[in-house]
């Protein structure tokens, strides 16, 4: 009875947000306002029991011994930082601010930086001219990067017409192609959905 | 009506000759006081004519193929890679009596059709994993993502018949920043070193972090997204890579569903008349450059 439900809501939702789109009155739009605000409360319902398990998880992998210091600096970061915005806020000059600002936003930072390192070690890996599509991938990415670094102003008459050139039309075209099946398979995935054929959301048929 | 809004109202007089047949005229007069004020309240957007069409003509597709008898019986998928590898990767995960990862990536929400694909994914290799007593790790960055796999995972265990080796903790929110979930789902794979790890979702900046950490630790990797700059990431960094509308096309794949293989029966037929589209536009175009002949533009739209 619950799975029924669940698929009727989905139905009756899905051909109210398709509708939608295609209208412009206001009562349309407030429709979609509407739907789009309870989806802000549901969320952040659920981010509660999001930070609820990752509590309960860290917790009993502690008692456990498993990865305790990253399990302790995981717990220490979720209560630490509401606690510092709950007793002074979350302004200019607070703890909150200086922690986010000097702890949260270095950390992230530096984990963005390791992308350049793997950048580096993928492109070793993939630009190696085993067969003669990977020739031809190895020759358009030197292009590429010729044209995009400080040396490609010195044949820039030669390499950025090229390098344009194949962005724009071999890497574009191929570009369309994948984003043609991608927002086919969009199309029918959602519809599947919609008419309740496709169940695995939901943990599977019944 | 809702209060507060202006209305404006039309009032027409349409005159009809209802001596030949006065049932239709009837119904072309109320079609037209109809329609009148409907447009005039714009509660259609003339504006989206052209894609409200093709959506209807898409969706007709996809529901005529879905439930034409002839179209389930006949269809048959091609072979894709990356989805029969799926049982070696868990075979070597229980072999080696290493876990499983799998994780949706950073940039998805459960409303998108890559989520649910790849949810589809996450339920074969649940029931698999489930069989062979294997470790299932799902780390992810949204609390409703993670409340749906809980329900797919525990599901496809109970399915399995295995559904005592459903652990709850497996399944866990790790951060809903990009670059924390980045870390966490790093330190886990640095730390647990999972014999097979799936990328499948949409992915950001943090795919190729993920992708070659997992390389690093010498794990098979199948990936999959719907973001066409990551796949040349996965492409670079990974063993399979699912293109575009594979991933989609992943849950009749593996469940050999009739009625879902022949809803991606519809993607070809209308990969097919977007092709048609594009080279009578292009023929149009062409025409229109280099004749006299008045091709218009009505392809742009």
Redesign the interface.
Do not use: C
């Given at each position: 009875m619950d799975r029924r439900l669940a698929l009727t809501a989905c139905f009756i939702f899905g051909i109210l947000m398709f509708a939608q789109y295609f209208s412009s009155h206001p009562l349309a739009r407030s429709v979609n306002l509407a739907i789009l605000e309870y989806w802000q409360i549901i969320f952040a319902f659920t981010l509660l029991v999001g930070v609820v398990s990752f509590f309960k998880n860290s917790v009993v992998a502690m008692k456990n011994k498993e990865e305790r210091p990253y399990r302790m600096i995981g717990l220490i970061g979720l209560i630490g930082m509401p606690a510092l915005a709950l007793i002074w806020g979350i302004r200019a000059d607070t703890p909150f601010m200086w922690m986010f600002e000097n702890v949260q936003a270095p950390m992230q930072s530096t984990v963005f930086a390791l992308l350049a390192f793997f950048v580096a070690s993928a492109s070793y890996r993939g630009f190696r001219a085993r067969s003669l599509q990977a020739a031809i991938l190895l020759g358009a990415a030197a292009i590429i990067l010729l044209s995009r670094s400080q040396l490609g102003g010195v044949f820039s008459d030669v390499v950025t017409p090229v390098a344009d050139w194949v962005r724009n039309y071999p890497s574009m075209s191929a570009r369309r192609a994948i984003l043609i099946g991608i927002g086919l398979g969009s199309l029918t995935t959602s519809l599947r959905v919609i008419l309740g054929i496709e169940r695995t959301w939901l943990g599977g048929k019944q | 009506?809702?209060i507060g809004?202006p209305y404006r109202f039309w009032l027409s007089f349409v005159f009809v000759d209802c001596r030949r047949s006065k049932l239709s005229s009837y119904l072309l007069m109320s079609l037209i006081l109809t329609l009148i004020p409907l447009t005039q309240?714009?509660?259609?957007?003339l504006e989206?004519l052209p894609?409200?069409v093709i959506?209807v003509i898409?969706?007709a597709i996809?529901?005529f193929t879905?439930y034409s008898r002839r179209s389930r019986e006949k269809f048959k998928i091609r072979k894709i890679a990356g989805m029969d590898a799926v049982e070696d990767a868990i075979g070597r995960a229980t072999e080696m009596a290493r876990p499983v990862l799998f994780t949706p990536g950073w940039g998805g929400d459960?409303q998108r059709?890559?989520t649910?694909?790849s949810?589809?994914f996450l339920?074969h290799i649940a029931r698999k994993t489930g069989s062979y007593d294997c470790e299932l790790l799902y780390p992810t960055h949204?609390?409703?993502i993670?409340?749906?796999a809980q329900?797919?995972i525990?599901?496809?265990y109970a399915?399995a018949g295995y559904v005592d080796r459903y652990r709850?903790?497996n399944v866990?929110?790790?951060s809903?920043?990009?670059?924390?979930y980045?870390?966490a789902v790093?330190?886990m794979i640095s730390?647990k070193k999972p014999a097979s790890i799936f990328l499948l979702g949409t992915f950001e900046?943090e795919s190729?972090?993920l992708?070659?950490t997992g390389?690093s630790i010498g794990a098979i990797q199948i990936a999959g997204t719907?973001s066409?700059i990551q796949?040349s990431?996965f492409?670079?960094?990974c063993d399979y890579t699912l293109?575009?509308?594979e991933?989609?096309?992943a849950?009749g794949y593996l469940s050999q569903d009739p009625?879902?293989l022949a809803?991606?029966r519809?993607?070809d037929i209308?990969?097919l008349l977007?092709a048609l589209f594009i080279l009578v536009a292009v023929v149009a175009a062409t025409l229109g450059q280099v004749t006299d002949i008045a091709t218009g533009d009505w392809w742009v739209f």
């Open positions: - | 009506m809702p809004i309240l714009h509660w259609f957007d989206r894609l409200f959506s898409a969706i996809v529901l879905t459960i059709p890559t649910i694909a949810m589809n339920s949204d609390p409703v993670m409340t749906v329900e797919v525990k599901e496809a399915r709850d903790s866990t929110y790790v809903s920043s990009q670059f924390g980045a870390a790093d330190g730390r900046a190729l972090i992708a070659e390389n719907d066409t796949l990431f492409i670079v960094a293109i575009g509308e991933l989609f096309a849950s009625s879902i809803s991606v519809a993607q209308l990969k977007i």
